[in-house]
């Protein structure tokens, strides 16, 4: 039996006229970043947005940011989410109570956040999907070669939502191949790539940078994915701080426990924006990235990037970030060391990183995506009154 949404209290959204949407996203993963940069921008174009959070509830803080969407309607269903869920019948229960309640908000447009969705329930109104990861590109990644069984029915969902999809979209070129390789699909799905305000635009001030040099990190330290081992080997071979901030334990049940990195925990993005206004040199080791938010925002506040050398990194850093094979440990360490030893390399490296953020805004984000909202609305019955 489904659980009810709870509506967040709230005064009642400003609607569009013609034109609601209605967004999945969960508060784990930098999905939640995304549906709230997007529906900020979105609210400017007068397109009133339902969010509906799956997954654990969102923090205080996360309430907090989404009080500046005016338009926004927020419902926290409690449904489970893809790739944490136990079993199928989960993943079925939260599509079709996405679907319910899509009708309920009057939706001209759905936004599935997680394409396994469109697999499994009737949807009346049109559907994009945008895919930001999925467990078969990450095993093809992390493992290789046959998924394991408890991944095979996950991935045949995918598989089958984004073929039902009317529309797919991917954060990169690298990962829209990767997914469409992955689960032989037709085309691969269209690139739109993920974009952020910048922390002025957040409201964050940028205080002077710090004299002297150290490292930093931050994602979800628990995901494998992210390499948070190589990192706490680096740390242990460096003579410079080395601080990571982000979860070490996930919903998942996995857990990281650093030896040698200085953890600082889940920050505020106020107190991540206030580290990295340090222009510290950014690492990320990860070995699998569909696009990597934590990267960009480093990159809009001038930080000095080392990256893994793997498809997405390249795609977007490329020119301007130094790159190895994402288990060189000794090859990080020798990098931050060397950059951090010299204040021109630091200084150019952030430069060219800043100037290459400047392309990945949330402006440029949305726009790509309202392009991707039209061209399944005009192939579908017209919506009057639609602000593009």
């Keep these: ?6 509506p967040v209290a709230r005064p009642a959204p400003a609607r569009s006229a013609g034109f609601n949407l209605f967004m999945t996203v969960d508060a784990v993963s930098g999905i939640w970043q995304y549906g709230l940069d997007l529906a900020m921008e979105l609210d400017r174009h007068g397109i009133g947005v339902t969010l509906a959070v799956l997954g654990p509830e969102p923090s205080q803080e996360q309430l907090r940011a989404t009080r500046a969407i005016r338009g926004l309607d927020l419902r926290v269903p409690g449904a489970a989410l893809e790739w944490s869920a136990l079993a199928r019948n989960e993943i079925e229960m939260a599509a079709w109570m996405v679907a319910r309640e899509a009708e309920r908000a009057q939706a001209d447009l759905i936004h599935l956040n997680s394409p396994a969705l469109a697999a499994l329930a009737p949807f009346r109104a049109p559907v994009v999907a945008a895919t930001h990861g999925c467990v078969a590109t990450w095993w093809m990644a992390m493992r290789g070669g046959r998924l394991p069984p ?19 979209l991917a954060p990169t070129r690298a990962f829209a191949e990767a997914t469409a390789a992955t689960y032989g699909l037709s085309a691969p799905p269209r690139v739109v790539p993920n974009g952020r305000r910048s922390a002025a635009a957040r409201g964050h001030r940028s205080p002077a940078g710090s004299a002297s040099p150290f490292a930093f990190a931050a994602g979800r330290l628990w995901d494998e994915a992210k390499n948070a081992r190589i990192l706490d080997g680096v740390a242990g071979r460096i003579d410079l701080p080395f601080l990571a901030a982000g979860p070490l334990k996930g919903p998942n049940a996995a857990e990281f426990g650093p030896r040698h990195l200085r953890a600082l925990g889940v920050l505020s993005e106020q107190d991540v924006t206030r580290w990295l206004s340090g222009a510290p040199i950014y690492v990320s080791a990860a070995r699998y990235e569909p696009f990597g938010l934590g990267v960009l925002e480093a990159a809009e506040a001038g930080c000095a990037l080392v990256l893994s050398d793997i498809p997405t990194h ?3 850093w490329d020119e301007a970030a130094i790159f190895l094979p994402p288990d060189d440990e000794a090859g990080f360490a020798c990098a931050i060391e060397t950059v951090a030893a010299d204040p021109a390399i630091r200084a150019r490296l952030g430069a060219e990183a800043q100037a290459r953020a400047a392309a990945y805004t949330a402006e440029a984000m949305a726009e790509g995506v309202l392009g991707a909202y039209r061209s399944v609305l005009e192939r579908s019955e017209p919506c009057a009154g639609v602000a593009w």
């Design 314 to 316: 390249r795609e977007l």
């Design 150 to 168: 408890d991944l095979v029915w996950r991935a045949a969902l995918t598989a089958e939502g984004c073929r039902r999809a009317d529309l797919l």
């Design 1 to 6: 039996m489904t659980s009810p949404l709870r």
